[in-house]
């Protein structure tokens, strides 16, 4: 199952401010535990889900940057936080933030990812939708898909430090001062 072919509608999911998404997957990034919570709002059984990329919720609104830095964090053995729009199986959004980090198994080495999503302020995701369409605009505008991914991930850092912070302060400022 692939979300590809899904086609994204402007109809947001909701759900309570009380509840975590889980995931767990494999060092590939697989999908090997989803909770009761992530299954409703992605619209998907636990069958579904389970074994597939957990990029089968990715939105199309999404700039490949943020995932380039996920990736560079996790595979660097550091936790990151970000905003995400997710696409349920019919094409509906919801906004999460999603608090990731490596998981390890008995021996010490890198077994998977764990994820914890949580409802994010509306401020911050008012906040945060300017620059993910720049970041967007940025990916496309480049026929050069490495090279867009590159000038995307630096303005992405370069936004960041325009306001005297790092990644993770300019992240949690969003949804720290609007608690």
């Known amino acids: 199952m692939k979300n590809r072919n ?9 759900f309570d401010p009380d509840e975590i998404i889980v995931s767990k997957t494999d060092s590939k990034g697989h999908i090997v535990y989803a909770n009761d919570i992530f299954c409703r709002v992605a619209e998907m059984s636990t069958q579904e889900v389970i074994g597939q990329p957990h990029n089968i919720i990715r939105h199309p ?16 053995q550091k936790e990151i936080l970000a905003y995400v729009k997710n696409m349920s199986l019919t094409g509906k959004y919801y906004w999460v933030i999603a608090h990731v980090t ?3 198994g008995q021996d010490g080495t890198l077994a998977g990812f764990h994820s914890n999503r949580r409802v994010p ?11 993910y369409r720049d970041l967007l605009r940025i990916e496309k505008e480049n026929p050069d898909r490495k090279a867009s991914l590159i000038e995307s991930a630096a303005f992405l850092e370069k936004t ?20």
């Open 61 to 76: 609104d999404m700039p490949r940057a943020v995932f380039k830095l996920l990736w560079e964090r996790l595979l660097a």
């Open 102 to 104: 490596p998981s390890y």
């Open 160 to 179: 960041a430090q325009d306001v005297g912070q790092t990644y993770d302060e300019f992240i949690w400022s969003k949804e720290a001062c609007n608690v």
């Open 121 to 131: 302020n509306p401020q911050a995701i008012s906040d945060i939708r300017p620059l």
């Open 6 to 14: 899904i086609v994204p509608l402007d109809e947001e999911i909701h």
